[in-house]
C-alpha cells in the first residue's frame, strides 16, 4: 500500500499545484533505487506510473485545460460529483494503509460503507446548491432525484478507476486473501460438508470471474452505486420545494 501511495504523491501535487513538476519529487528522494531494494520486480511497475506522472503534469499545467476544469467546478454536478469520489477514494487508501498486509475483512466491509456514506452525503449538498444557485431556490422531486442520480454516478466511477488501479499495483492478491478468508469463515460457520463443498465451488467459480476486468468492474460499481441511489432518493425527498411565485 505504501508503495501505491507513494508512486501517486507525483499525480496529487501535479494536481494541486501544476507548476509542481513531478520529477522534483523522484530525484530529491530517489525512490526508484529504494523501491528496488526493497520491492524488487515492483519497480518496473513504479517506473511506469513516474513516466506518466510528467504527462500528467504536462496536461493538467495547460492553460485551456485549467480553464475547462474551473467551469466544469462551476457546475454542482461535476463539482460535489468530484468531492464525493475523492473522499471515498482518500478514506478507502487510508484504511488499506492503516491496516497494513493484515487486512481485516470482517470490520473491513463496515468501514467500507461508513465511508461510502460519508462521501455520498455530498450528494445531498450537491442537490441543495443546484436548487439554490440553478434553480432559484425550488426544485422538484424528479429533478432533484436525477441531480442526486448523476452525482452518485460521477462518484461511482472514480471509485471503480481507483479500485482498478490499487487492484492492479498494490493488492494484487486481493482475491486470494478473500478467498483464504470466506473459506475460515464457511469452516468455522458449522455447515454440514455438503454445504461447504457447494459454497466452495461457488467461490473458485467467483474467483476465476473476478479475473475479467470487466466482471471486476461491474462488481465494484455495484458495491457503492446502489449506496448512491439510496442517499439520492432521501435527499431528494427532503429537498423537493415549490418555487413561490409572488405576485
Known amino acids: ?119 455520498l452525503s455530498m450528494i445531498f449538498f450537491g442537490v441543495k446548491s443546484y436548487r439554490d444557485n440553478k434553480l432559484g431556490g425550488g426544485i422538484t422531486f424528479g429533478k432533484a432525484f436525477q441531480v442526486g442520480l448523476y452525482i452518485a454516478l460521477i462518484a461511482a466511477a472514480i471509485y471503480v478507476i481507483a479500485w482498478m488501479l490499487y487492484s492492479s499495483f498494490a493488492a494484487t492478491d486481493f482475491m486470494d486473501q478473500y478467498y483464504q478468508y470466506a473459506m475460515e469463515q464457511l469452516q468455522n460457520s458449522g455447515a454440514t460438508q455438503e454445504e461447504i463443498d457447494k459454497q466452495v465451488a461457488n467461490m473458485e467459480r467467483y474467483k476465476e470471474m473476478y479475473k475479467n476486468p470487466f466482471f471486476k468492474m461491474g462488481i465494484t460499481f455495484m458495491e457503492i452505486f446502489p449506496v448512491g441511489l439510496i442517499v439520492a432518493l432521501i435527499t431528494a425527498i427532503v429537498l423537493r420545494r415549490k418555487v413561490v411565485e409572488v405576485g
Open 1 to 119: 500500500m505504501a508503495v501505491f501511495m507513494l508512486c501517486f504523491c507525483p499525480f496529487v501535487l501535479g494536481l494541486l499545484k501544476p507548476s509542481f513538476c513531478p520529477f522534483d519529487l523522484v530525484s530529491l528522494f530517489h525512490v526508484p533505487l529504494v523501491l528496488k531494494y526493497e520491492f524488487g520486480d515492483l519497480v518496473l511497475k513504479y517506473e511506469v506510473l513516474l513516466w506518466l506522472s510528467p504527462l500528467l503534469w504536462i496536461v493538467f499545467s495547460h492553460k485551456i485545460v485549467q480553464l475547462k476544469i474551473l467551469l466544469i467546478m462551476k457546475n454542482p454536478i461535476w463539482k460535489y460529483g468530484l468531492l464525493a469520489g475523492g473522499i471515498v477514494v482518500v478514506l478507502m487508501y487510508g484504511s488499506f494503509l492503516l491496516q497494513g498486509d493484515d487486512f481485516d475483512f470482517s470490520r473491513g466491509e463496515i468501514f467500507g460503507y461508513a465511508t461510502m456514506i460519508i462521501s
